[in-house]
């Protein structure tokens, strides 16, 4: 059978710029792994196994039915044909969205890494016609984002600097980020690690030998107890290769706990296959950070992906970055973080926008972040409230940031502010919070 070709902005052990298409793309990383599924050809759904039954949304069956006629349902849900077939260049865009002239403009000047790649299921979320639909406004590029502004950088967290092995960010003491794969199914404009993801041949690369110096590297470290795997996005790898990584790293003693770092369950579902979760099932305790960006990618397609990984026993968190005009109201934060909940995910971590090069359009004040957290706490479920930190650029970490609540001090009383704004005093004999706030007529 004759294969296809196509650049290789693919998962890692293909170094090369063409690789084969295959139905599973990543070559087994040993001698040891699972023999491949066979091959894909061209146009070809061939699935190993009966095919796998997915909900389909009416937004999504709709979108498919115009754009993709040709396209069966078990061929769409088919998470390889939905990679295989992102939309990659002006002209697919142009044949499904209304583009402005500033987004015209945009895609056509891009090079480099951060490529635009959309999967064909999360476009049918998107708006064809309006340019501001915030899931759109995450995607498709803007003439904004080659402008650079004070304050940003390619690397703004300092992680190249903390590596201690290509591939290896080991900034805190106890654990470390292990950056698997420069392969995301979609980028985000506004992505910490744009410099890195999406270009093949770049001047960062992710190979069998950069995993195995990693994995050596934590093995001789027994401080390290926690690993974050991310990338680019782990779940994009194959089946095969999450599950070498996923046993190398449980057959480290002192590793105690393992995480991945996610977008794939909110833009590609159907990559939550059954046999999918049989391999995370195997490597427990296993936990997952999704990060989700707005209610509208709530369907029920994320509906089933979620659900098969709670069932699974995998506790789920949710990380969101703060977005200018996209989420940063109250209302459309408690939404998500409410439509999170019942899909038994944690709201987690609420993201500061990095001050990557060329997102200042995306950036809001702290003043705004803090606005947001105030209008959560207590006016909302505990579990609906997520941390809002700053992860600290140069490589500081992350800084958690809270509304103030002390109003000051009067000898012996802590007097504090609640969420509905009303004063009261805890006794607090020998403490010293709120000592450097006198109160002034009419506090507390």
Not at 38 to 58: M, W
Not at 406 to 427: A, I, W
Request: with cysteine.
């Amino acid at each position: 059978m004759k294969m296809q070709t196509e650049e290789a902005e693919e998962p890692p052990s293909r170094p090369r710029a063409v690789h084969q298409l295959l139905s599973n793309p990543h070559r087994p990383i040993n001698a040891h792994s699972p023999a491949a599924v066979p091959n894909l050809g061209s146009g070809l759904a061939v699935l190993t196994a009966r095919a796998e039954r997915f909900p389909v949304g009416p937004k999504t069956r709709a979108f498919r039915k115009r754009y993709f006629p040709q396209v069966d349902p078990a061929q769409w849900n088919d998470w390889r044909w939905q990679a295989r077939s992102r939309i990659r260049s002006l002209e697919e865009l142009s044949r499904i969205f209304e583009l402005s002239d500033d987004e015209r403009d945009a895609v056509a000047r891009h090079q480099g890494s951060l490529p635009l790649g959309i999967t064909p299921y999360y476009a049918s979320l998107m708006s064809r016609e309006d340019a501001l639909e915030p899931l759109r406004r995450t995607h498709i590029p803007v003439g904004s984002e080659y402008l650079k502004t004070p304050g940003e950088a390619d690397d703004p967290l300092g992680e190249d600097g903390h590596s201690a092995v290509p591939g290896l960010v080991h900034r805190y003491p106890d654990r470390v980020l292990f950056l698997a794969t420069g392969f995301c199914s979609t980028y985000c404009r506004y992505c910490t690690r744009s410099r890195m993801v999406g270009e093949a041949g770049g001047d960062y690369s992710f190979s069998r030998p950069q995993w195995e110096d990693a994995l050596n590297y934590i093995a001789d470290n027994p401080q390290i107890r926690d690993v974050l795997i991310s990338g680019g996005d782990p779940l994009t790898l194959s089946d095969e290769r999450l599950d070498y990584l996923l046993g190398r790293l449980r057959g480290i003693k002192h590793v105690e706990f393992v995480r991945l770092g996610t977008k794939v369950p909110a833009v590609l579902p159907m990559r939550v296959t059954r046999s999918l979760i049989r391999v995370l099932k195997k490597h427990h305790p296993l936990w997952m950070s999704i990060h989700f960006t707005h209610p509208a990618e709530l369907s029920p397609e994320v509906t089933e992906a979620v659900t098969r990984l709670a069932d699974a026993g995998i506790p789920l968190g949710s990380q969101t970055v703060l977005l200018k005009d996209i989420n940063d109201s109250v209302e459309t934060l408690k939404t998500l973080y409410h439509g999170l909940l019942m899909r038994r995910v944690r709201p987690y971590y609420l993201y500061q926008c990095d001050p990557i090069t060329g997102s200042s359009h995306f950036r809001t004040s702290i003043d705004k972040g803090l606005e947001i957290m105030q209008g959560l706490r207590g006016h909302t479920t505990g579990y609906a409230v997520p941390t809002y930190v700053i992860d600290a650029p140069g490589g500081g970490g992350k800084i958690p940031l809270l509304p103030d609540y002390v109003v000051g001090r009067e000898g012996e009383d802590l007097v504090l502010r609640n969420f509905e704004g009303n004063t009261y005093r805890y006794n607090d004999p020998q403490g010293t919070v709120g000592g450097d706030r006198p109160l002034g007529q009419g506090d507390g």
